[in-house]
């Protein structure tokens, strides 16, 4: 089992930055990926950015060039740098962790920009 713990969504400005962070603990094994979704209302999640244990990352066009992923493999913990951000990226953003071929999914963190 993988427990992930989500933090650092919240409101901000069109334009504005945010960060988000998420830790994962338990049964850890490499090779592994970690990533964000995102996922509005009455829609699927769909991909935001993977990064794995390596550091290969992977990126949905609509973020391309605004959204830093990251990850510390010592703490376990995968990083989401939002910069110019639009309020068409308002949506729940959901940590995952992929390894051993199952997925682990956080709770969700609400990210809301403003006009």
């Known amino acids: 089992q993988v427990q992930l713990v989500e933090s650092g969504g919240g409101l901000v400005q069109a334009g504005g930055s945010l960060r988000l962070s998420c830790a994962a603990s338990g049964s850890i094994f490499s090779p592994n990926s970690m990533g964000w979704f995102r996922q509005y209302p009455g829609n699927e999640r769909e991909l935001v950015a993977t990064?794995?244990?390596?550091?290969?990352?992977n990126y949905a066009d609509s973020v391309k060039g605004r959204f830093t992923i990251s990850r510390d493999n010592a703490k376990n913990t995968v990083y989401l740098q939002m910069n110019s951000l639009k309020p068409e990226d308002t949506a729940v953003y959901y940590c995952?962790?992929?390894?051993?071929?199952?997925?682990?999914w956080g709770k969700g963190t609400l990210v809301t920009v403003s006009s």
């Open positions: 990064i794995t244990n390596g550091g290969k990352t």
């Open positions: 995952r962790f992929n390894g051993s071929r199952l997925d682990y």
